[in-house]
C-alpha cells in the first residue's frame, strides 16, 4: 500500500520543483547598472506596483519589495537593526511614520526637490519623513433610510438620535485609531473618550469586517450610517460586480465637522532608512513618488489624493467636491494611538 | 547451513557508537523541544524586559481576551467535533446513497484556509448577500471555525472506526447492542484517544486563529496579542496574553496524556468491515446531512471565489504564478523541515520520558501560538545570531531559513500526531524481537519503526505541507524581497477589501490543497491493519 500511495504523491508534490527551476526569480542578473532599492511597504495597492514599474522604467533602479502590515515591518527592523536590508520603509498611516522615526528607524535627508513638491505640514521638519497621498475618515450613509442633516458631524454619531443605527469595523483598525487619536489631540482624552463611549452605544452590531462590509450594511439598512475612508465607496461604484455596484447608488458621503475642525484625513508617506546601503537610490524613488506622474498615479489607481498641488484628479474624485481638512500635525496621530486604543476599549468599542 | 550461517556471523553486540544509544534520543529530544520552543521563549524574555505600558485595566483586558478564546472553543471546537463524528461514524459503518463520495468530499474544507472561509462567509452571508440568514459576529467566526475544521476530527474519528476490530463490534451486536448502543458504548469509547488528538489539533488552530476572528470582531488571546502589541504599544500585556495560550496548551496536553495512561487501544483489525445498512429514510437523511456538510464547508465558498475570480480583470490568474511556486517551494521545503522536526517529537515522545514529554509539550505550545508570535520569536533570535556576528539581515537565504524554522516550530505538533499514531501499529512484540534481536534503539528506529509507521509518515507529511500552504502571519513577517506566496497575496487584496481579487489566490490555495488533501483521506481510509 505504502510505495505506490507515497510515490504517486511524491510525483505530484515533485513536479512542481521541475517548474521552480525554470521559473526561479534571478533579480541580481537584472539588478545590473544602477543598482536596486530595497522598499520595506506596509502599504498593499497595485498602484504602488505600477509606480514602482514606472519608476525603474525612468531611472534603471530596480525596486525589490517587502510588504506587509506596518508594525510587523517595524518589529522587523528593530531585529534587523544595522543589518537591515531596508532602503526605504513605508506606511499607510501617519501613526506609521511617527513610530517608525520614534524607533529610530529613519535617516534624515536633504532634498529640494521633495522640500520644493510636499507642503512643510506633511513632512518631518528633519527630514526623516514625507508624506505622499492623503485619504479621508468620512461619514456614509443609507440614502433615503436618515436625515444627512443629522449626520454633518462626528459627534452626531454619538447622539442619542443616532441610537442603534451606527455600523464601524473594530477599534484595532488603524484609520479608526488614526481618528481617535486626532480627537485625542485635538480635543482631549476626556472628551474623545466620551465620544467613543457614546458611538459604541449607538452601535447596531458589534464591530465586524472591513470598511466595505460597513457599507454593505449601511445599503442593506442594518444601520444608517458608519465611518468608512473615502475611496471604498468610489470602488464600489466602479466594480466589475454589479451587486457592489447596486450596494454603492444606494449610500451616500458626508465629510464631516465642514464647519468645524474639518474631515480627519490620514497620509502615507515613507522615508529613508536608518541603515540604507542604498540612499541615493532611496532618495531617487521618494523623490518619483513626489513627482507629478507618480502623484497622479495616487488617484487614477486607488482613488486617493495627491498631496503634491495641481496634480489632476479623477472625475470621481472630483464629485466629492472641496472638503475642509483637519490640519493637525501629523505626528499627533502616532503619539496618540496608544492611547487611543485604550480609550476605545475603555468605551466598549471593541 | 543454519548452524554454518550463525557461526559465520561474529556475535552481534550493539552498534558501537558507544553511548549514543541511550544518549542519541535523549539529545534528539532535547534539540527538538529546543527547535519547537526557542522562538517562543525567544519573544518571551523580550517581552519580559520590555517595559509596561501604562493602561489599569490589563486584568480586565485578558479576562475578555481569555473568555472570548474560550467560548469560541467551546461553540466552533464543540460543532466542529460533533459534526466530526458524526460524519466519521456514517461514512465509516453505513451505507448510504453517494457514501463513497463523501468518504473525500467531507475533507475539503481543510483545503481552505479559516480566514478564506470567513471573506467568502462575509460575501455570502454578510449584509447585502445572496443568503437570508447572515453569519455574523463572533458566532459568525464559530461558525467558520466548526465547518473549516471539523474535517481533523473526521479524519482522525473515520481512521479510527476503520481499524476498530469488527469481532468487538460484532460481540457487541451478538449481545443485542443496536447501532446506536454499539455507536456510545463500544466504537466511541475504542475511538477517544483519535477523536480527542484531531479535536486538539481543531481547538488549537482556534486559539491561534487570527484572520477569522479579527474579520468577525471577536475578541480572542490573538487577537489580544495583537490589540496590546501594536495598537496598545504593550508587549509586555501581549505576551501575558501569548504565555497564557502556550501554557494552557501544554497543561490540556498533559491532562490529555495522564488520562490516556498507558491503556492500550485501537486492536488491528484483519477483515473487511460490515458497514450498517440504514434503512430507507434513514439512508436518505444520512446523504442529505452530508450533503449539506459538504456544501456548507467546501462547494458554496469554493462556488463564491469562483465566481468573484471570474469577475477579476483577466490576466489576474496568469499574474499569480510566482506566488504559485514559492508557495509550492515553501510548502514542500518547510513541510520536509518540519516534518523532520515531527518524525524526532513522535519518537521522542514514544520513548517516553522526560526528554519525550519536553518535546511533545514544546510542539503543542508552537501549535497553539499565534504564527506571528512564533515570528516574532524568530526575528528575536536572528538578532541575537546577528549580534554574535553569525548571520547577517534577513535577506535571502537566511529568512527562508528562519521563514522555514517557524513553520517547523509551529507544525511539528500537526506532524507528530500522525507519526505518533502510526508508531502504535509498532507493537511491543516487534519491537521486543528487534531488541532480542541486538538491534539498538537507532537501529531499531531506522530498520523497523520507521518502515511501519511510514502510512503515518505520509499522512503528517500531507498535513504541513496544506498547513503551510495555508499560512498567513509568518510569512508575512519573514520572507524575503519580491517572495509572495498565495496566502501573503490573497491577505493583500482582502486586507484592502479587495475581495474579487482576493479570490483567484484563495481559489488557488484550495486547488493546490485538494490533492494532497484527498490522498491524505484516501491513506487513512485504507488504513486496516489487513488492508492491501
Not at chain 1, 262 to 277: D, L, T, W
Not at chain 1, 279 to 298: D, T
Not at chain 2, 177 to 185: I, Q, S, T
Not at chain 2, 413 to 429: D, H, S, V, W
Request: hydrophobic content about 55%.
Amino acid at each position: 500500500m505504502i510505495p505506490k500511495t507515497v510515490l504517486r504523491a511524491a510525483m505530484a508534490l515533485l513536479a512542481p520543483l521541475a517548474l521552480l527551476a525554470c521559473n526561479a526569480p534571478t533579480p541580481s542578473v537584472k539588478a545590473a547598472a544602477k543598482g536596486v532599492v530595497n522598499v520595506y511597504s506596509g502599504r498593499h495597492y497595485d498602484a504602488d506596483e505600477a509606480i514602482y514599474r514606472d519608476f525603474t522604467a525612468k531611472t534603471g533602479i530596480e525596486v525589490r519589495q517587502l510588504q506587509a502590515p506596518g508594525d510587523e515591518l517595524i518589529e522587523r527592523m528593530k531585529a534587523e537593526g544595522a543589518a537591515s536590508p531596508a532602503d526605504v520603509a513605508i506606511t499607510a498611516d501617519a501613526g506609521g511614520l511617527w513610530r517608525l522615526q520614534q524607533a529610530g528607524l529613519l535617516q534624515p535627508i536633504r532634498s529640494a526637490v521633495l522640500e520644493a513638491a510636499i507642503p512643510a505640514r506633511l513632512r518631518d521638519p528633519g527630514g526623516a519623513w514625507f508624506a505622499f497621498s492623503k485619504r479621508s475618515r468620512v461619514i456614509v450613509y443609507q440614502k433615503g433610510g436618515v436625515d444627512p442633516a443629522l449626520i454633518q458631524t462626528y459627534d452626531s454619531l454619538a447622539a442619542p438620535a443616532l441610537k442603534g443605527k451606527v455600523c464601524a469595523r473594530s477599534s484595532t483598525n488603524v484609520y479608526n485609531l488614526s481618528l481617535m487619536a486626532a480627537r485625542i489631540a485635538r480635543y482631549g482624552p476626556e472628551k474623545a473618550l466620551a465620544w467613543a463611549k457614546g458611538v459604541a452605544h449607538n452601535f447596531a452590531r458589534d464591530p465586524q469586517g472591513a470598511d466595505i462590509d460597513q457599507i454593505r450594511a449601511v445599503a442593506a439598512g442594518e444601520c444608517k450610517a458608519a465611518l468608512v475612508n473615502h475611496y471604498y465607496l468610489i470602488r464600489m461604484a466602479a466594480s466589475p460586480d454589479p451587486s457592489d455596484r447596486a450596494t454603492a447608488a444606494k449610500v451616500g458621503l458626508i465629510f464631516p465637522d465642514q464647519n468645524g475642525a474639518g474631515a480627519h484625513v490620514n497620509y502615507s508617506g515613507g522615508g529613508v532608512a536608518a541603515h540604507a546601503q542604498n540612499k541615493a537610490n532611496a532618495i531617487a524613488l521618494l523623490e518619483y513618488l513626489a513627482s507629478p506622474e507618480a502623484q497622479a498615479l495616487f488617484p487614477k489607481l486607488n482613488e486617493e489624493f495627491p498631496v503634491v498641488a495641481g496634480v489632476p484628479l479623477t472625475p470621481q474624485l472630483q464629485a466629492l467636491g472641496q472638503f475642509k481638512e483637519d490640519d493637525l500635525p501629523l505626528a499627533a496621530m502616532g503619539e496618540h494611538q496608544p492611547q487611543a486604543q485604550a480609550l476605545f476599549d475603555r468605551a466598549g468599542w471593541r | 547451513m543454519a548452524i554454518e550461517a550463525l557461526s559465520a556471523t561474529p556475535p552481534r553486540a550493539p552498534p558501537t557508537p558507544l553511548r549514543l544509544g541511550v544518549w542519541g534520543p535523549q539529545v534528539l529530544a532535547a534539540l527538538a523541544t529546543f527547535a519547537c520552543a526557542a522562538p517562543a521563549a525567544a519573544v518571551m524574555i523580550q517581552a519580559l524586559i520590555a517595559p509596561r505600558a501604562g493602561g489599569g485595566d490589563a486584568g480586565r483586558f485578558w479576562i475578555d481576551s481569555v473568555a472570548g478564546t474560550l467560548a469560541l472553543m467551546i461553540a466552533g471546537g464543540g460543532v466542529a467535533i460533533a459534526l466530526g463524528i458524526a460524519a466519521a461514524w456514517l461514512v465509516a459503518m453505513c451505507r448510504f446513497p453517494g457514501r463513497p463520495i463523501f468518504e473525500w468530499l467531507l475533507v475539503l474544507p481543510l483545503a481552505l484556509p479559516v480566514y478564506v472561509l470567513a471573506y467568502a462567509y462575509g460575501g455570502i452571508a454578510g449584509p447585502g448577500g445572496p443568503s437570508p440568514l447572515r453569519v455574523a459576529g463572533p458566532s459568525g467566526a464559530a461558525f467558520v471555525y466548526a465547518l473549516g475544521l471539523y474535517p481533523y476530527i473526521y479524519l482522525a474519528a473515520r481512521a479510527a472506526f476503520v481499524s476498530q476490530s469488527a469481532c468487538v463490534l460484532e460481540a457487541a451486536r451478538t449481545l443485542g447492542a443496536r447501532p446506536w448502543r454499539a455507536f456510545w458504548a463500544v466504537a466511541l469509547p475504542a475511538a477517544r484517544p483519535a477523536i480527542v488528538a484531531g479535536a486538539a489539533l481543531a481547538l488549537m488552530e482556534i486559539a491561534a486563529d487570527y484572520g477569522a476572528a479579527s474579520y468577525y470582531g471577536a475578541t480572542t488571546i490573538t487577537t489580544g496579542v495583537f490589540r496590546a502589541w501594536f495598537s496598545r504599544g504593550d508587549p509586555a500585556l501581549a505576551m501575558q496574553l501569548a504565555a497564557t495560550l502556550l501554557i494552557a496548551a501544554a497543561l490540556a496536553l498533559a491532562a490529555e496524556r495522564r488520562a490516556r495512561g498507558r491503556a492500550a487501544y485501537g486492536a488491528a483489525r484483519w477483515r473487511a468491515l460490515p458497514r450498517y445498512r440504514l434503512p430507507l429514510l434513514a439512508a436518505l437523511g444520512a446523504a442529505l446531512s452530508c450533503g449539506l456538510l459538504a456544501a456548507l464547508g467546501a462547494i458554496l465558498p469554493l462556488a463564491w471565489l469562483a465566481r468573484s475570480a471570474l469577475l477579476a480583470p483577466p490576466g489576474a490568474i496568469a499574474a499569480l504564478a510566482p506566488a504559485l511556486s514559492h508557495s509550492l517551494m515553501l510548502a514542500i521545503g518547510g513541510g520536509g523541515a518540519t516534518l523532520l522536526l515531527s518524525a524526532i517529537v513522535a519518537l521522542a515522545a514514544r520513548a517516553g520520558g522526560r526528554a519525550g514529554q519536553a518535546a511533545l509539550l514544546a510542539a503543542a505550545s508552537g501549535y497553539a501560538a499565534p504564527g506571528a508570535v512564533i515570528a516574532l520569536g524568530a526575528l528575536a533570535i536572528a538578532a541575537s545570531l546577528r549580534g554574535l556576528g553569525l548571520i547577517g539581515g534577513l535577506t535571502g537565504a537566511v529568512a527562508i531559513a528562519a521563514l522555514i524554522w517557524t513553520y517547523a516550530a509551529r507544525f511539528a505538533a500537526a506532524g507528530a500526531q500522525p507519526i505518533e499514531a502510526g508508531l502504535t501499529r509498532i507493537t511491543p512484540a516487534i519491537s521486543g524481537a528487534a531488541k532480542t534481536l541486538g538491534a539498538g534503539a537507532f537501529r531499531r528506529a531506522l530498520a523497523v519503526e520507521l518502515p511501519l509507521a511510514a502510512p503515518g509518515a505520509f499522512a503528517a507529511a500531507l498535513i504541513v505541507f496544506v498547513e503551510i500552504l495555508k499560512e498567513l502571519p509568518a510569512t508575512l513577517i519573514l520572507r524575503p524581497f519580491d517572495f509572495d506566496t498565495l496566502a501573503v497575496k490573497a491577505n493583500e487584496y482582502a486586507s484592502d477589501d479587495r475581495l474579487i481579487q482576493a479570490a483567484a489566490p484563495s481559489l488557488l490555495i484550495a486547488l493546490v490543497g485538494v490533492l494532497p488533501i484527498v490522498l491524505l483521506s484516501r491513506g487513512l481510509s485504507r488504513a486496516r491493519a489487513g488492508g492491501p
